[in-house]
């Protein structure tokens, strides 16, 4: 009679699940018949994921989101008179004639038109927006 020692029974617990994935090709890990329930195969699944996010960094967001150059189109196609507040607090009356990266070209009924720079706008409404205020 061959007696063996515990050691020697874990050591071959832990053998057998590793030769199944190997001749499976890693196909069904975790199945009902591994001895240790799947425990092995969720760790190495939780170590699969962990490196794949640390492999895989996120994007950072992009730095145009065109959501300025939208509202740009949407008013100089509608022609809606808009009011800008400057850095220093002057507002001006007009439609937008066009845009461009740093500049925008606004239309004025009694002044001239006049080329604004961007860096200098604060802020800007719709005309119409001022008229509702004032009245109520």
């Known amino acids: 009679m061959i007696r063996t020692t515990l050691a020697e029974v874990k050591g071959k617990v832990r053998e057998v699940p590793q030769q199944r994935e ?3 090709n890693g196909s069904h890990r975790g199945a009902g ?26 994007t950072p967001p992009p730095m145009e989101t065109n959501a300025e150059l939208f509202y740009y ?3 100089i196609d509608a ?4 009011v800008i507040v400057l850095l220093d607090g002057e507002e ?3 439609t937008i004639e066009w845009y461009d990266r740093g500049a925008l070209k606004v239309n004025r009924k009694s002044a001239p038109n ?14 119409e927006d001022r008229v509702a205020e ?3």
């Open 22 to 24: 190997r001749s499976n």
């Open 33 to 58: 018949g591994d001895r240790d329930g799947g425990r092995d195969s969720g760790r190495e699944n939780a170590r699969a994921q962990q490196s794949a996010v640390q492999v895989r960094k996120r």
């Open 73 to 75: 189109k949407k008013q």
């Open 79 to 82: 022609h809606t008179p808009l």
């Open 92 to 94: 001006i009356e007009g």
């Open 114 to 127: 006049l080329l604004l720079l961007k860096r200098n706008v604060k802020y800007m409404f719709k005309a």
């Open 134 to 136: 004032a009245t109520e």
